[in-house]
């Protein structure tokens, strides 16, 4: 039930069509708590861990874009109630996907997407970088293993499996990088040396 409700409200988040977020998250509230539920059942189901810190980052990318949006004409007390639900979700997140790398099973196919969302969380949460560019080179890394191709054209309608993927990892490392101190985007990120483990 929780996946059928996110998919509803992913393709409500993703019409760009919303002129307040009140109908958001009071859908929303629903779908975390079926999350939270089959949770509680059972604990080491990766997939589950995944959907759930994916709607929970969207949700807090969404609160983002409306707090950037609409901060000067809302009301304090709406702009404190928005700034929470924003830090909730990115919490979520961050428990979702340690939970999702914590889990034992057949996921290794998962493991590029939990760094890279662990990666894009500690940034936004604003820790050092050794912290995200490490993440990110662990995605990069989990990418490169699961034979992600590295094409110098992509094309839009028939990409290459996980090239995007592989594309969008190492332009995090190379932008984050750069502006984290410089140097690691004219090397190999998913070489040795580049950060200790």
């Given at each position: 039930?929780?996946?059928?409700?996110?998919?509803?409200?992913?393709?409500?988040?993703?019409?760009?069509?919303?002129?307040?977020?009140?109908?958001?998250?009071?859908?929303?509230?629903?779908?975390?708590?079926?999350?939270?539920?089959?949770?509680?059942?059972?604990?080491?189901?990766?997939?589950?861990?995944?959907?759930?810190?994916?709607?929970?980052?969207?949700?807090?990318?969404?609160?983002?874009?409306?707090?950037?949006?609409?901060?000067?004409?809302?009301?304090?007390?709406?702009?404190?109630?928005?700034?929470?639900?924003?830090?909730?979700?990115?919490?979520?997140?961050?428990?979702?996907?340690?939970?999702?790398?914590?889990?034992?099973?057949?996921?290794?196919?998962?493991?590029?997407?939990?760094?890279?969302?662990?990666?894009?969380?500690?940034?936004?949460?604003?820790?050092?970088?050794?912290?995200?560019?490490?993440?990110?080179?662990?995605?990069?890394?989990?990418?490169?293993?699961?034979?992600a191709r590295y094409p110098?054209?992509?094309?839009?309608?028939?990409?290459?499996?996980?090239?995007?993927?592989?594309?969008?990892?190492?332009?995090?490392?190379?932008?984050?990088?750069?502006?984290?101190?410089?140097?690691?985007?004219?090397?190999?990120?998913?070489?040795?040396?580049?950060?200790?483990?």
């Amino acid at each position: 039930m929780a996946l059928a409700r996110a998919s509803r409200i992913q393709d409500k988040l993703n019409s760009n069509e919303l002129k307040s977020d009140g109908p958001i998250w009071k859908h929303a509230t629903p779908v975390l708590n079926c999350f939270r539920r089959a949770l509680e059942i059972d604990s080491s189901n990766l997939s589950l861990w995944i959907e759930y810190g994916t709607m929970s980052y969207a949700l807090h990318s969404f609160a983002s874009r409306q707090l950037k949006q609409w901060r000067g004409e809302l009301p304090s007390e709406l702009v404190q109630q928005m700034e929470g639900r924003r830090d909730s979700m990115l919490e979520t997140a961050r428990h979702c996907f340690t939970s999702a790398a914590r889990c034992e099973g057949d996921g290794d196919e998962e493991e590029w997407l939990i760094h890279y969302m662990l990666g894009k969380v500690a940034e936004k949460q604003q820790q050092p970088p050794t912290v995200y560019l490490l993440h990110y080179r662990q995605a990069g890394h989990y990418l490169h293993e699961e034979a992600a191709r590295y094409p110098k054209k992509i094309h839009y309608h028939n990409p290459p499996e996980l090239a995007m993927e592989a594309l969008e990892v190492t332009l995090c490392w190379s932008w984050v990088g750069n502006a984290g101190g410089g140097g690691p985007a004219s090397r190999s990120p998913w070489g040795r040396g580049m950060l200790s483990q």
